[in-house]
């Protein structure tokens, strides 16, 4: 029951026209915002490159020690590596790994430490404290990054697409829902076997 501004022709004329979406018929155009909203902002790189880098840490649960980025879309891995090599530096290595994945690997810590995404993950939180008073520009990054790291997706039936976060942790399962809603985003937090945040 979403409504959509459709431009959909009326007596030959194009007409901006609110409609349900399972009121869209092929032939509908839907009109979408190309820019970024006034109320979300754009991001300086380095601070986009730091949420990237946040985002995916989270998503994967990794600890300070060991620096090790799995990653199955390419497209995405090259975002990352990109952010790894801006914000954390150092020597490392980045490749194709196994059947149609990629890893960023570095042995050495050092580099990690004395960066900025250290002191962002410091304090163990699932949403990095400083995420949760930034503006919203950080918290979409944030969170599109988590999502784009660990989400699975799957279509139930013709007009329903399920977006799952599965997490070990509870709490970070909350923390995420708690993120989304303050975006206007609502989700729903199962446990069957895992944790998971369902959008």
Aim: charged residues 25%; aromatic residues 6%; contains cysteine.
């Amino acid at each position: 029951n979403h409504p959509v501004l459709c431009l959909v022709p009326v007596a030959g004329v194009p007409t901006l026209l609110w409609k349900l979406l399972e009121e869209i018929v092929p032939g509908d155009h839907v009109v979408l915002q190309r820019t970024v909203s006034a109320e979300v902002g754009l991001l300086d790189p380095a601070q986009q490159d730091l949420e990237v880098l946040a985002g995916d840490w989270v998503a994967r649960g990794r600890a300070v020690e060991a620096i090790r980025f799995d990653i199955r879309d390419e497209g995405y891995f090259d975002l990352v590596r990109r952010a790894y090599d801006a914000v954390v530096g150092g020597p490392r290595t980045a490749g194709p790994v196994g059947e149609g994945g990629y890893r960023l690997q570095a042995t050495d810590t050092t580099a990690l430490l004395a960066s900025p995404l250290a002191e962002l993950l410091e304090a163990g939180d699932a949403v990095p404290r400083v995420v949760w008073s930034a503006e919203p520009a950080v918290k979409w990054t944030f969170l599109a990054s988590v999502f784009t790291a660990a989400a699975e997706i799957t279509e139930r039936g013709r007009r329903v697409v399920r977006i799952a976060l599965p997490t070990a942790d509870a709490g970070t399962a909350d923390e995420i829902q708690q993120l989304l809603l303050e975006l206007g985003m609502r989700s729903l937090v199962g446990d069957r076997d895992r944790t998971t945040v369902v959008v």
